[in-house]
């Protein structure tokens, strides 16, 4: 049975998320621990101001003038060097977090582009683009919106409740003993229903961005067969699913309202029991004073926490299924490379397939048991009808795939344990459908290990017999590529020749010729005939006059090699 792919979870694991996060932190650890005493010393500035100024109530009401202008100077420097504080720490922290995003982002991207080919093909575009981009922009909103406001908030909190203790330790208590607990009840009911919650709806965004952007590459099809109304009724049905999934969040986020309820209650029961301390002078105006803004910025805090865990909630989601997604991508096993002196080509070997099985899914076997052996300056053609394995078999030849069972080798190494370098210098495939990329011509061939200088891509376009065809574009090699630009066939010449910049030991050609016109068909044949030397050639093929040229034939989906 073939084995399946890693795949990403729909609601994946959200159990110690920061715990594996914690190693992409490496390296920030120093600026975190700044951004950590910053906030620490704001939150403590903030405090000290409320307390100052039941300070300047006590020397007004003793009229102690000096003592009431010194009060008030030292108020007006706490606010100031607040305020100060308070940007510095919301800067530092956000650029930090900025920092770790940005390595997050770069590795993803970077374990996406060397994932399996078929961990790509297991998934839709819209998803792994919704992972790519969705999941990191909303954590970027996050770290620059509301992660400060929510450190700042936990730290006043605990600095406030500090502060009043030390005022009045019977007011304190009596205040947390009548907020803390059905503000804890509230939050956690909040807290149970937020992650399925949050989770439902990125999944459900998941399948309207994916559903939206399969559209895009078949807007001509879905005119033309007038399944624009069908293709509408689906995406409505996924529009209706997000709608309903946001509307379970808002419900769910509508909980802590109540937080509202308890506050008002909780303050007005603070006034009552100062000015009944203050009438028995058991407390001063002045620490009364303090209690009342205290309370009020506390419990405020407690709100503005609480409505932030939501936030948190949802970014803690995002992380979870970026963290997904890095897991599923993660390269399994050491990777080696092959020996090669600098400068030199890869040594030419022979590339084998041994009692190889593959198939998508739980499906019947594509290729079932084939042994070939690809020998160095051979050329082998692959024959057979539509959907007998022909791709499939080249893309395993290419080290794309990676067979169910058996092995494929090049020069006695398993191609699933080269790093991607080694693996491209021994095997190189130039696919039917050739993308490129945006930029010139110029700039699509260069794009192989190593980079070459104009010089080296001019050699080779010669050795092709490709430069008269490359000098009557508009602008030669400063060509744009774009929509219409080129040709099918013209990218087939791009992508033959970026393949031979690489120097593989092995080419394999899908249907390199098919849909284009005689004379390009020609110039493709052409410039193979000019690439093999002692390169081995693998050409999967339709046309008469291509399967003509090859010694060795492989006949699929039998799996059966002749010689001719």
Known sequence: MPTDPFLLSELPDQQRVFRRAAPFLRGHRRALAVAVVLHLATAALAVAVTAVI???????????????????????????????????????LIRVGEAVLAGLRERATAVVAGAPLRFVEAHRGGELLRRLTGELNGLASFVGGTLPDLVSAALVLLFTVVMLAAHSLVLTALLLVAFLPPAVLIVRRFHRRAGPAYAAVAEAETEVSARFSESLPAQEQLRITGAVPRW?????????????????QVRTELVLDYLALIQAVCLAGLLVAGAVLVGQGRLSVGVAVVFVLATRELLGRFEDLAGSVGEGREAHVRLARLLDLLRATAPRGERVALPRPRS??????????????????????????????VAPGERL????????????????????????????????QELAVLDPVALRAAVALVPQDVALVAGTVGENLAMVPGRPDPQRVRAVLAELGLVEWVDALPEGLDTAVGPGSLSGGERQLVALARAVLADPAVLVLDEATAGVDRETAGRIESALAAAAGDRALVVIAHRAETIARGRRVLTMPAGTVADR
């Open 344 to 373: 030199e080509p890869v040594a030419r070997g022979a590339l084998v397939l041994s009692e190889v099985t593959f198939g998508y899914g739980t499906g019947a076997a594509v290729v079932d048991g084939l042994s070939l052996t």
């Open 232 to 248: 509408l009724e689906r995406f409505r049905a996924d529009n209706e699913r997000l709608r309903a999934a946001r509307e379970h």
């Open 54 to 92: 039941g300070r300047v109530v006590d020397a007004a009401g003793s009229g102690d003038r000096g003592s009431l202008t010194a009060r008030v100077l030292l108020l007006l420097v706490l606010v100031l060097a607040t305020g100060l504080l308070t940007w510095a720490s919301r800067l530092w």
């Open 381 to 412: 053609v692959v024959v057979g009808p539509t959907g007998a394995g022909k791709s499939t078999v080249g893309k395993l030849l290419a080290g794309l795939y990676a067979p169910d069972r058996g092995d494929v080798t090049f020069a006695g």
